[in-house]
């Protein structure tokens, strides 16, 4: 039996992602491959994919205002990642990807990946399946309080293919810059790509191979 998720509507859900993440909210909607949840404070779009488990009942102790003002995404047709995607292009937005937040703004959405540009790491490819939430800024409202001519919305200067593979076939032989740098194993210059193996040369010239499935972002040093 399928769960009738209209009824549950404006309801509230807590939710479990991937990665021990839990969120509580009402929810506003449900698409094909998302769901739409109001925390109290925002609208999250969740793809999902990484919703390992959700319930309706037993959370009457989490307070949640009611929201008074509809999501800014509003759709007037059936939702999915893809349409919420192309709808948020050029707004202000938080993603949530590689167990942190980043801010900025999407400039691309190619087949399983989409192009994101951070003031802070500036142009990013992320694939779809690694997008845990999206949660756009409200009107006016500027990532780190810059101001329009400190972060201007323009196109990136990437040249971009359809897929991430494809992408990132564009700068072998060039540094990159996997998940944020968090680890010195993923900061170095890309060698080759073959059958979703990454070869990255580090700073101390030893060779490692990264499954490509398990790079969630990557950014390029020498890309202005």
């Known amino acids: 039996m399928s769960i009738d998720f209209p009824s549950f509507i404006s309801e509230k859900i807590r939710l479990e992602l991937s990665g021990g993440h839990f969120l509580h909210g009402i929810l506003i909607d449900k698409g094909s491959d998302i769901l739409v949840v109001y925390d109290g404070k925002q609208y999250l779009y969740i793809p999902d ?8 009942h037993q959370i009457e102790e989490v307070e949640i205002d009611r929201p008074n003002e509809s999501p800014i995404l509003e759709q007037s047709e059936a939702i999915s990642l893809r349409k919420v ?3 948020a292009k050029g707004m202000f937005t938080e993603i949530f990807v590689t167990g942190q937040s980043l801010h900025g703004y999407i400039t691309s959405i190619m087949n399983n990946y989409f192009v994101f540009y951070s003031p802070v790491y500036k142009t990013m490819c992320i694939p779809l399946q690694h997008l845990k939430w999206l949660t756009p800024y409200n009107e006016g409202q500027n990532p780190y309080g810059l101001s329009q001519q400190d972060l201007p919305l323009r196109p990136t200067n990437l040249t971009v293919a359809r897929t991430f593979e494809e992408q990132l076939k564009k700068f072998t032989g060039k540094m990159v810059v996997f998940d944020t740098g968090k680890s010195r194993n993923k900061i170095g210059k890309l060698q080759t790509i ?17 499954n490509l499935h398990h790079v969630k972002t990557v950014h390029f040093p020498n890309l202005q």
């Open 49 to 56: 994919f990484h919703v390992q488990s959700l319930s309706f």
């Open 85 to 87: 995607l192309y709808n």
């Open 194 to 210: 073959d059958h979703n193996l990454v070869e990255l040369v580090l700073a101390n010239n030893e060779t490692i191979c990264l």
